[in-house]
């Protein structure tokens, strides 16, 4: 979906374009301006197959009354029209108002947990910049939660907030900052939210670290040599030179965290085990509730496309500012 | 260098598509069994032997999975949507008119039902939960199940306490008594919908009150059904007998907490064989009917449990649909039914065999004599899933309010039961 790269004819660079007979420099050319579409081929392929075939089978979804009766044959279901999308929609209903409930915990949930990641990510790879000792160590230790595997991982941060017998409120206990004998609840109640933020933060900050390491491979030493030479202190040199050489590297990052994160399933699926209580009710699981639980895969398919345009027009928006602004800069 | 690029997406493309389930052959069937015992590992230790025996009286090799219940409606909707999956499956009973309405299970008309011994067989009870009625049923009962109060009999002998609670007035007495540092009156899984959502059946047929009226249309938030939720989510919320902990059980904590000796009393279904593979021993605790109110609310009716169980159904879109129906046959056999009910500690689904030495456990009497006398089914109707979700969710965020102190009122409780049943309408 956020792919906007489409290499046009590739020319080969240090190379003049003159040498050997014209009729087979032709040749060669229409060969060469081929290619790169021949080389697109395999991936276009599969990018239909996987993503842009079931995406159109779901908007057909979403004008059917796809219930428990039909699912076994589709031809059966009535059209539907627009009517999935008018209850998605009608604020008046239930399932209106608990969508847009949804919605607003979503985005509460994805600012959160996207600037706490980029700014762990930004603040460890900056540390880890100068070599010192165990520095690869700290960098392999830091890189951890995002090699484990999300299930695996997930559902051991639900035996550590169980109530009473979990290592979250034990250690909160040892440290004098809870009731030990009241404690509080972490997958239920207003705290849900904290927990599901909290763990997924820890397992999308390493990547935004892992990027911004990278990025940051390639300031070059003499910015930094120029500036602590004008008298620039710490905050000066991430203000002047690192942000702005990172920039390329946090429009992708950031639209990707956002992206991965605003559509979360496995983390409040396995945290929660299928049903999310309100307040950390995540619109994915939201709508997963609204199909595969109720057998309603019309109202399923309407919320999701619904939420396929929104992130469209964001991410859409947000190529268009940033872009904009490289030019401008 | 495309032409290869091209090939291999062809031949993954061809790898994706081999993964049907058709094998062509009537020797070999697949079968998705519930979890019926304290693991997956155990069940299929006990079903295996039993196919092996199938396998040599008719040639038919049966692959089994085991699937757990947090997964087994999900992977079900899956194969009747997609026609592709297993020949023969288990399903709860409470789900058969929910997915009888998709007609992605071979109905037992009177004809298939003579093919595997005929209609008679069948406990009565156990068969009617087997589809909407007036239509042929969707599934057989497999293994039978009901409710039964489980209570701790040295906790009850120390606190003086001689018998069993019989009426939900004595039950909050008994827990206040039992309720003390480390230790709690009641046990319940708060944050399991399908288990809140019998309670809300059981609770709401004592208190006179009904989830469906007669044209399948969900009739949440009566008067009756408020109270009947409020009567057991007090139990926690007012009553101070259920531990607040418990509103985040959602994978049977409260079994372990009562084989554990943190609850003196647990409602559930056939929980004996879990509490021995927990390390209790069966001299530890006693089993009664579930309590009924003291005086029976207007319109209550005398009804303690849901008829629980499991069904055995066929997939229409088999492609040996007689080795099927001979394998339906071979586990509702007398000796099947004998063996495989033995070992999980629930009842034959046939007439034959409910006389058996191995039936006549304390535990199994009891749930005998209910499941004869004083349990009903579930609404059969094509939305009873949904009911299970919706309202067992609400009850799960009243528990959670509950928990965390709030006045669980029945203001609280209609508006929770109220929007369940919008989402029913949409």
Same mark, same amino acid.
């Given at each position: 979906?956020?792919?906007?790269?489409?290499?046009?004819?590739?020319?080969?660079?240090?190379?003049?374009?003159?040498?050997?007979? &014209?009729?087979?420099? /032709?040749?060669?050319?229409?060969?060469?301006?081929?290619? $790169? #579409?021949? !080389?697109? *081929?395999?991936? =276009?392929?599969?990018?239909?197959?996987?993503?842009?075939?079931?995406?159109?089978?779901?908007?057909?979804?979403?004008?059917?009354?796809?219930?428990?009766?039909?699912?076994?044959?589709?031809?059966?279901?009535?059209?539907?029209?627009?009517?999935?999308?008018?209850?998605?929609?009608?604020?008046?209903?239930?399932?209106?108002?608990?969508?847009?409930?949804?919605?607003?915990?979503?985005?509460?949930?994805?600012?959160?947990?996207?600037?706490?990641?980029?700014?762990?990510?930004?603040?460890?790879?900056?540390?880890?910049?100068? &070599?010192?000792?165990? /520095?690869?160590?700290?960098?392999?230790?830091?890189?951890? $939660? #995002?090699? !484990?595997? *999300?299930?695996? =991982?997930?559902?051991?941060?639900?035996?550590?907030?169980?109530?009473?017998?979990?290592?979250?409120?034990?250690?909160?206990?040892?440290?004098?900052?809870?009731?030990?004998?009241?404690?509080?609840?972490?997958?239920?109640?207003?705290?849900?939210?904290?927990?599901?933020?909290?763990?997924?933060?820890?397992?999308?900050?390493?990547?935004?670290?892992?990027?911004?390491?990278?990025?940051?491979?390639?300031?070059?030493?003499?910015?930094?040599?120029?500036?602590?030479?004008?008298?620039?202190?710490?905050?000066?040199?991430?203000?002047?030179?690192?942000?702005?050489?990172?920039?390329?590297?946090?429009?992708?990052?950031?639209?990707? !965290?956002?992206?991965?994160?605003?559509?979360?399933?496995?983390?409040?699926?396995?945290?929660?085990?299928?049903?999310?209580?309100?307040?950390?009710?995540?619109?994915?699981?939201?709508?997963?509730?609204?199909?595969?639980?109720?057998?309603?895969?019309?109202?399923?398919?309407?919320?999701?496309?619904?939420?396929?345009?929104?992130?469209?027009?964001?991410?859409?928006?947000?190529?268009?500012?940033?872009?904009?602004?490289?030019?401008?800069? | 260098?495309?032409?290869?690029?091209?090939?291999?997406?062809?031949?993954?493309?061809?790898?994706?598509?081999?993964?049907?389930?058709?094998?062509?052959?009537?020797?070999?069937?697949?079968?998705?069994?519930?979890?019926?015992?304290?693991?997956?590992?155990?069940?299929?230790?006990?079903?295996?032997?039993?196919?092996?025996?199938?396998?040599?009286?008719?040639?038919?090799?049966?692959?089994?999975?085991?699937?757990?219940?947090?997964?087994?409606?999900?992977?079900?909707?899956?194969?009747?949507?997609?026609?592709?999956?297993?020949?023969?499956?288990?399903?709860?009973?409470?789900?058969?008119?929910?997915?009888?309405?998709?007609?992605?299970?071979?109905?037992?008309?009177?004809?298939?039902?003579?093919?595997?011994?005929?209609?008679?067989?069948?406990?009565?009870?156990?068969?009617?939960?087997?589809?909407?009625?007036?239509?042929?049923?969707?599934?057989?009962?497999?293994?039978?199940?009901?409710?039964?109060?489980?209570?701790?009999?040295?906790?009850?002998?120390?606190?003086?306490?001689?018998?069993?609670?019989?009426?939900?007035?004595?039950?909050?007495?008994?827990?206040?008594?039992?309720?003390?540092?480390?230790?709690?009156?009641?046990?319940?899984?708060?944050?399991?919908?399908?288990?809140?959502?019998?309670?809300?059946?059981?609770?709401?047929?004592?208190?006179?009150?009904?989830?469906?009226?007669?044209?399948?249309?969900?009739?949440?938030?009566?008067?009756?059904?408020?109270?009947?939720?409020?009567?057991?989510?007090?139990?926690?919320?007012?009553?101070?007998?259920?531990?607040?902990?418990?509103?985040?059980?959602?994978?049977?904590?409260?079994?372990?907490?009562?084989?554990?000796?943190?609850?003196?009393?647990?409602?559930?279904?056939?929980?004996?064989?879990?509490?021995?593979?927990?390390?209790?021993?069966?001299?530890?605790?006693?089993?009664?009917?579930?309590?009924?109110?003291?005086?029976?609310?207007?319109?209550?009716?005398?009804?303690?449990?849901?008829?629980?169980?499991?069904?055995?159904?066929?997939?229409?879109?088999?492609?040996?649909?007689?080795?099927?129906?001979?394998?339906?046959?071979?586990?509702?056999?007398?000796?099947?039914?004998?063996?495989?009910?033995?070992?999980?500690?629930?009842?034959?689904?046939?007439?034959?065999?409910?006389?058996?030495?191995?039936?006549?456990?304390?535990?199994?009497?009891?749930?005998?004599?209910?499941?004869?006398?004083?349990?009903?089914?579930?609404?059969?109707?094509?939305?009873?899933?949904?009911?299970?979700?919706?309202?067992?969710?609400?009850?799960?965020?009243?528990?959670?309010?509950?928990?965390?102190?709030?006045?669980?009122?029945?203001?609280?409780?209609?508006?929770?039961?109220?929007?369940?049943?919008?989402?029913?309408?949409?």
């Amino acid at each position: 979906m956020a792919t906007t790269t489409a290499p046009g004819p590739v020319r080969p660079a240090g190379r003049p374009a003159e040498d050997g007979p &014209p009729s087979r420099r /032709r040749r060669r050319g229409v060969r060469r301006s081929y290619l $790169p #579409y021949l !080389l697109l *081929v395999p991936a =276009a392929l599969l990018e239909l197959g996987i993503h842009v075939v079931p995406m159109l089978v779901g908007v057909w979804m979403s004008l059917l009354e796809l219930t428990q009766f039909h699912i076994r044959d589709w031809s059966t279901a009535p059209f539907a029209g627009l009517d999935n999308y008018r209850v998605t929609f009608d604020l008046d209903s239930a399932t209106g108002r608990d969508l847009l409930h949804s919605f607003w915990v979503t985005t509460a949930y994805t600012t959160l947990s996207v600037g706490l990641s980029w700014m762990l990510g930004l603040a460890a790879a900056v540390f880890l910049q100068r &070599p010192f000792k165990g /520095r690869a160590l700290l960098r392999t230790l830091f890189l951890t $939660p #995002y090699a !484990l595997p *999300v299930y695996t =991982a997930v559902i051991t941060w639900t035996f550590m907030f169980q109530r009473d017998t979990g290592l979250v409120n034990h250690a909160l206990d040892q440290l004098g900052l809870v009731d030990g004998a009241n404690p509080p609840f972490w997958l239920i109640g207003e705290n849900s939210f904290v927990a599901l933020l909290v763990v997924s933060v820890w397992r999308s900050w390493p990547f935004a670290f892992l990027c911004l390491m990278a990025g940051l491979q390639n300031v070059p030493a003499e910015l930094y040599e120029a500036s602590a030479i004008d008298g620039a202190n710490f905050w000066r040199r991430l203000r002047d030179v690192t942000l702005p050489m990172l920039r390329p590297v946090n429009q992708v990052l950031l639209l990707v !965290l956002f992206l991965w994160t605003f559509n979360d399933f496995n983390t409040p699926y396995v945290l929660f085990g299928g049903s999310a209580p309100r307040q950390a009710d995540l619109i994915s699981i939201h709508i997963y509730q609204s199909s595969f639980v109720t057998w309603n895969f019309g109202l399923g398919s309407a919320m999701s496309v619904a939420l396929l345009l929104f992130l469209l027009v964001v991410t859409a928006g947000y190529l268009l500012v940033t872009n904009r602004r490289r030019e401008h800069a | 260098m495309a032409v290869a690029a091209l090939l291999t997406t062809a031949s993954l493309a061809a790898c994706g598509d081999s993964g049907s389930s058709s094998e062509g052959a009537a020797k070999t069937l697949s079968y998705w069994a519930s979890n019926q015992g304290a693991s997956i590992e155990f069940d299929k230790q006990t079903l295996q032997p039993e196919l092996d025996k199938f396998e040599q009286q008719t040639g038919i090799k049966v692959n089994l999975e085991v699937v757990p219940w947090s997964d087994l409606l999900n992977r079900l909707l899956a194969a009747a949507t997609s026609g592709k999956g297993p020949d023969v499956v288990n399903i709860g009973n409470t789900w058969s008119a929910s997915l009888q309405a998709t007609n992605a299970l071979i109905p037992f008309d009177d004809a298939t039902l003579a093919r595997i011994g005929g209609k008679d067989r069948f406990v009565p009870a156990a068969l009617a939960a087997a589809g909407a009625p007036g239509k042929p049923p969707a599934a057989v009962p497999l293994y039978s199940l009901a409710y039964a109060l489980y209570y701790n009999k040295k906790m009850f002998a120390d606190a003086g306490i001689a018998a069993p609670p019989a009426t939900w007035e004595e039950l909050v007495e008994t827990g206040r008594k039992l309720t003390r540092a480390g230790q709690w009156g009641l046990a319940v899984e708060g944050a399991n919908p399908a288990e809140n959502s019998h309670h809300a059946f059981t609770f709401g047929q004592q208190w006179g009150g009904e989830w469906f009226d007669s044209a399948g249309k969900p009739t949440f938030d009566t008067p009756q059904n408020v109270a009947a939720v409020k009567r057991y989510i007090d139990l926690m919320a007012v009553d101070k007998i259920v531990n607040p902990s418990n509103a985040e059980y959602a994978q049977n904590q409260s079994v372990a907490d009562f084989a554990n000796r943190k609850a003196a009393m647990l409602l559930w279904q056939a929980a004996g064989s879990n509490f021995k593979a927990q390390g209790m021993s069966p001299e530890e605790w006693g089993v009664a009917p579930v309590p009924f109110p003291a005086t029976p609310p207007p319109g209550g009716k005398k009804v303690n449990s849901m008829v629980a169980g499991i069904n055995i159904a066929i997939f229409a879109h088999t492609e040996n649909r007689d080795g099927a129906l001979q394998f339906v046959k071979f586990m509702t056999s007398d000796a099947e039914q004998v063996i495989l009910n033995k070992t999980y500690g629930s009842l034959p689904s046939v007439k034959t065999v409910s006389a058996d030495p191995a039936f006549q456990a304390p535990e199994q009497k009891v749930l005998g004599e209910v499941l004869a006398a004083t349990a009903a089914p579930l609404p059969q109707v094509p939305e009873e899933s949904q009911f299970e979700t919706l309202v067992g969710t609400a009850m799960k965020e009243l528990f959670a309010d509950a928990a965390s102190g709030k006045v669980v009122t029945e203001a609280l409780v209609k508006e929770k039961l109220g929007v369940a049943q919008q989402k029913m309408g949409s």
